[in-house]
T-cell receptor, first 111, second 116 residues
Framework: GESVGLHLPTLSVQEGDNSIINCAYS??????FIWYKQESGKGPQFIID?????DKRQGQRVTVLLNKTVKHLSLQIAATQPGDSAVYFC??????????FGKGTMLLVSP | GAVVSQHPSRVICKSGTSVKIECRSL??????MFWYRQFPKQSLMLMAT?????????EQGVEKDKFLINHASLTLSTLTVTSAHPEDSSFYIC????????????FGPGTRLTVL
């Protein structure tokens, strides 16, 4: 059932700042990682992905960094805008077709 | 990217009734669909993996007799919550993969289920 009192980690930034959202993953065998953005009441939206043979990948205003040594993933958003306010999830994929989602971080961007 | 739809977007039902949620891939053939459940301020938890034409594979702790999944065609999977109770109230999200999108999952917009 539902749990009460849970709070997502929250990152509050000013419009125009750069944002960095972090994620620790658990499975050292995971070879594919994805960042998703989820706005309230909507499904996850793909942002950017990275394979384990890379340590950095850039998109439009977003960069994903992968550190396999410490099993850490980060999402950097440049010049954050109010429309970037959402919950961000990392997800990992190993040999199976299934994704395992991280706990999520809420990003709040104030104008 | 590909488009996945869900219907209904929100549903309110009485305790003890059954509710069916549809997940459709609109512009590609989804050989595999996934059903997730998400409680407020929590992450997505995979409930089951559904391959077209075969029985769904349920994650540990998910009751297959309570959450009936049917994936009878390459564009449609349904999740039926049987004998729903208030603790089943949640946000149910499907995703789909297949065809040229074999390595990607496209997510539906979710269905908010409230059981009174």
């Amino acid at each position: 059932g539902e749990s009460v009192g849970l709070h997502l980690p929250t990152l509050s930034v000013q419009e125009g700042d750069n944002s960095i959202i972090n994620c620790a993953y658990s499975n050292s065998a995971s070879d594919y990682f994805i960042w998703y953005k989820q706005e309230s009441g909507k499904g996850p939206q793909f942002i950017i992905d990275i394979r384990s043979n890379m340590d950095k990948r850039q998109g439009q205003r977003v960069t994903v960094l992968l550190n396999k040594t410490v099993k850490h993933l980060s999402l950097q958003i440049a010049a954050t805008q109010p429309g970037d306010s959402a919950v961000y999830f990392c997800a990992e994929k190993g040999n199976s077709s299934t994704l395992t989602f991280g706990k999520g971080t809420m990003l709040l961007v104030s104008p | 990217g590909a488009v996945v739809s869900q219907h209904p977007s929100r549903v309110i039902c009485k305790s003890g009734t059954s509710v069916k949620i549809e997940c459709r891939s609109l512009d590609f053939q989804a050989t595999t669909m996934f059903w997730y459940r998400q409680f407020p301020k929590q992450s997505l938890m995979l409930m089951a993996t559904s391959n077209e034409g075969s029985k769904a594979t349920y994650e540990q702790g998910v009751e297959k007799d309570k959450f009936l999944i049917n994936h009878a065609s390459l564009t449609l999977s349904t999740l039926t919550v049987t004998s729903a109770h208030p603790e089943d109230s949640s946000f149910y999200i499907c995703s789909a993969t297949g065809g040229v999108f074999l390595n990607e999952q496209f997510f539906g917009p979710g269905t908010r289920l409230t059981v009174l």
